[in-house]
């Protein structure tokens, strides 16, 4: 069993920056792959980040590419999601999320989810 919780989230304006975190209790953190989900109000939770234990190889959707940056710190159990240049359409419930096995952009394989952090980005 691995718990999550999330925090960071607020209020910005449109071009400011956030960095949420993401902290791990329980099982090994290093053993699990990390993702970031968003889910805007009225719309299906999706895909925003991913970085393997190792923390090579970062995915992203297309959507943040250049302008959010995941990492990890496993000396340290925690995530992370450097978000800059915010736009009002990032404004969503941020949630940070863990797997040991599966295709990243299918939610179905993650295992393990955090409680979500509210993101308001505004015009």
């Known amino acids: 069993q691995v718990h999550l919780v999330e925090s960071g989230g607020g209020l910005v304006q449109a071009g400011d920056s956030l960095r949420l975190s993401c902290k791990a209790s329980?099982?090994?953190?290093?053993?699990?792959?990390l993702g970031w989900f968003r889910q805007a109000p009225g719309k299906e939770r999706e895909f925003v980040a991913a970085?393997?234990?190792?923390?090579?190889?970062?995915y992203y959707i297309d959507s943040v590419k250049g302008r959010f940056t995941i990492s990890r710190d496993n000396a340290k159990n925690t995530g992370y999601l450097q978000m800059n240049s915010l736009k009002p359409e990032d404004t969503a419930v941020y949630y940070c999320?863990?797997?040991?096995?599966?295709?990243?952009?299918?939610?179905?394989?993650?295992?393990?989810w955090g409680q979500g952090t509210q993101v308001t980005v505004s015009s």
């Open positions: 970085v393997p234990w190792s923390g090579h190889n970062t």
């Open positions: 999320a863990a797997q040991s096995n599966g295709n990243y952009y299918q939610i179905v394989n993650w295992g393990y």
């Open positions: 329980g099982r090994s953190f290093r053993n699990y792959s």
